[in-house]
């Protein structure tokens, strides 16, 4: 017969097996992860140098092979101990930590699913830096000899995200992007497709009062951005989103800093570029010569306002003030049905994420 103590100490120790466990969604998570350095010179490679032509980046390095061997070797700018997400067709993410100037095998037969013959063929690979404001400096991918690379189609629709740490995702699980270099290159935008769908969600920052920025210089900078989306991308659709701030206590509830965010002053923003008298003979700005321009013709209207007002609330925002896992998909899932609406542009998804 069980007594209280019984039941003490029978929750102490599925308390002591627990605690040694993290759990997400119902799943073990991994802490330590495996170690895929190898030394090549042990291996027969085909090697492609990074800018062959096979591959690409779609948000994330991808590309097709046959075989069932894919190693990458990664050169020094790469940040040391950097964690990557990878994967083969749809199947889970698998994660590793990479070593500056190492080759690392990411794929082998032993590796789960590999020896699955479809649907997906050839096999693709993919992988992504998930760790914020690190990077990964890529110098070779090797196949098995004999095997090789194969160039993905491209994707019918694009969607570019111009946003700040907030839209990149980070302190989240894995975190998505990484940050900014310091002294970028003008982006030559003749080697890459336009983009049909321009997100932007930036400003938290220059809402800080700590940063000092007025509401002229915010409102000139972002109307400065779209005009330069448009410059470069005349047919892209522009989807600039409210702030989405943190939450204070106020009494016995809490309160959103949102309305602080200069809510009128974006929506009227975006009312302005969809005037007729904007739209008559659209001005764009050239970020590189800091000049502005008449683009000479009529426009149809480009700009959309998602309001991001009452998908938050207090528990989706962390202690670091940026939003849980959970306040992230929210928001990404209200801008998908925003998107889908709006473009009619419908989902294509088939299980993979």
């Keep these: ?87 083969i067709g749809g199947l889970d993410w698998m994660f590793t930590n990479i070593t500056a100037g190492a080759t690392h095998l990411l794929v082998s037969p032993e590796t789960p699913g590999s020896d699955l013959a479809g649907p997906i063929n050839p096999w693709t690979f993919e992988m992504r830096v998930t760790n914020w404001a690190f990077g990964i400096q890529l110098n070779a991918v090797h196949v098995a000899a004999g095997e090789k690379l194969i160039k993905l189609p491209d994707f019918g629709r694009r969607i570019e995200v111009i946003g700040d740490s907030l839209a990149s995702g980070m302190y989240t699980s894995y975190e998505g992007l990484s940050s900014w270099p310091k002294k970028p290159e003008p982006w030559d935008f003749s080697k890459r497709p336009a983009a049909d769908i321009v997100v932007i969600n930036i400003g938290t920052n220059d809402n800080n009062k700590a940063n000092n920025v007025s509401t002229t210089a915010y409102i000139d900078a972002l109307t400065k951005l779209i005009q330069g989306v448009h410059g470069k991308w005349p047919k892209a659709q522009v989807v600039v989103m409210s702030l989405w701030l943190g939450f204070y206590q106020s009494g016995n509830t809490y309160l959103p800093n949102a309305p602080e965010g200069w809510v009128n002053e974006i929506y009227q923003m975006v009312k302005w570029f969809n005037s007729d008298d904007y739209l008559r003979n659209p001005v764009i700005y050239d970020g590189v010569t800091k000049k502005t321009s008449r683009t000479g013709r009529k426009a149809k209207p480009f700009v959309h306002h998602f309001n991001t007002s009452g998908i938050l609330q207090h528990n989706d925002i962390g202690p670091q003030w940026h939003p849980t896992d959970v306040g992230a998909i929210k928001v990404a899932s209200h801008l998908q049905q925003f998107i889908r609406m709006k473009f009619d542009w419908e989902f294509y998804a088939t299980g993979p994420e």
């Design 1 to 87: 017969m069980w007594s209280l103590r019984n039941v003490a100490v029978f929750g102490l120790t599925l308390l002591s097996q627990a605690s040694a466990t993290i759990l997400q969604n119902g799943q073990v998570r991994p802490t330590n992860f495996p170690d895929t350095r190898i030394d090549p010179s042990a291996f027969s490679f085909k090697t492609y140098p990074a800018d062959a032509t096979e591959i690409s980046y779609k948000g994330r390095i991808k590309f097709a092979y046959t075989g069932k061997t894919v190693a990458i070797s990664f050169g020094n700018l790469t940040s040391d101990s950097v964690l990557v997400g990878y994967r």
